[in-house]
């Protein structure tokens, strides 16, 4: 079946660098993005999202880039920090679709090194 | 706003006993969604409640799982009787309406062992 899922289980990331997490989209028929932040013991908090008439958004430290021609969806933190160690989930419904189509990707562990 | 609260934060029990996970959504919140959280599958959604009444209940696995949302500031999810399989973290979440664009908030998780 159609799915989110995402290219790289761990990304080891030095502190001060930028990161770039990815995530591939296979249903066509998404049109809304989100991602969420997931630290240790806590439930996922959300970060940034995007809707498909857009290809980027930008929030504090973070951008979304959506290509839609091949379905790829990114999340770049820039000057990374400790504090950005967490599990980082992409995921993806149609815009009218219900909180219940909601689709959430495995997630990747991103891990900040001093 | 204290945001999603839920009770307890860990939970150890013996197969066949009874589970109960409790939420308290941010008041205002309209739905209500209990996900499970496991390494296998992921964030899986399992019911969610819209006004107090259940909309969507397509993932919860199976009859010994059942939710309850008795009024609009308390619900919750109950597991009778309890399996090993049924360990994972449980996520209660709400949400001030189903339209895109507005956020889902998360409680910090109940995290159920059976032994």
């Known amino acids: 079946g159609e799915s989110v899922g995402l290219h790289l289980p761990t990304l080891s990331v030095q502190e001060g660098d930028n990161s770039i997490i990815n995530c591939a989209y296979s249903n066509s028929a998404s049109d809304y993005f989100i991602w969420y932040k997931q630290e240790s013991g806590k439930g996922p908090q959300f970060i940034i999202d995007?809707?498909?008439?857009?290809d980027k958004r930008q929030g504090q430290r973070v951008t979304v880039l959506l290509n839609k021609t091949v379905k790829h969806l990114s999340l770049q933190i820039a000057a990374t920090q400790p504090g950005d160690s967490a599990v980082y989930f992409c995921a993806e419904m149609g815009a009218t679709d219900s909180w219940g189509k909601l689709q959430f990707g495995a997630g990747t562990q991103v891990v900040v090194t001093p | 706003d204290a945001g999603v609260i839920q009770s307890p934060r860990h939970e150890v029990t013996e197969m066949g006993q009874e589970v109960t996970l409790r939420c308290k959504p941010i008041s205002g919140h309209d739905y209500l969604f209990w996900y499970r959280q496991t390494m296998m599958r992921g964030l899986e959604l399992l019911i969610y409640?819209?006004?107090?009444?259940?909309?969507?209940d397509s993932g919860m696995p199976e009859d010994r799982f059942s939710a309850k949302m008795p009024n609009a500031s308390f619900s919750t999810l109950k597991i009778q009787p309890s399996e090993p399989r049924d360990s994972a973290v449980y996520f209660c979440?709400?949400?001030?309406?189903?339209?895109?664009?507005?956020?889902?908030?998360f409680g910090e998780g109940s995290w159920l062992t059976v032994v």
């Open positions: 979440a709400s949400s001030l309406t189903v339209v895109a664009g507005n956020t889902i908030y």
């Open positions: 995007i809707r498909s008439n857009m």
């Open positions: 409640f819209n006004n107090n009444v259940p909309i969507d």
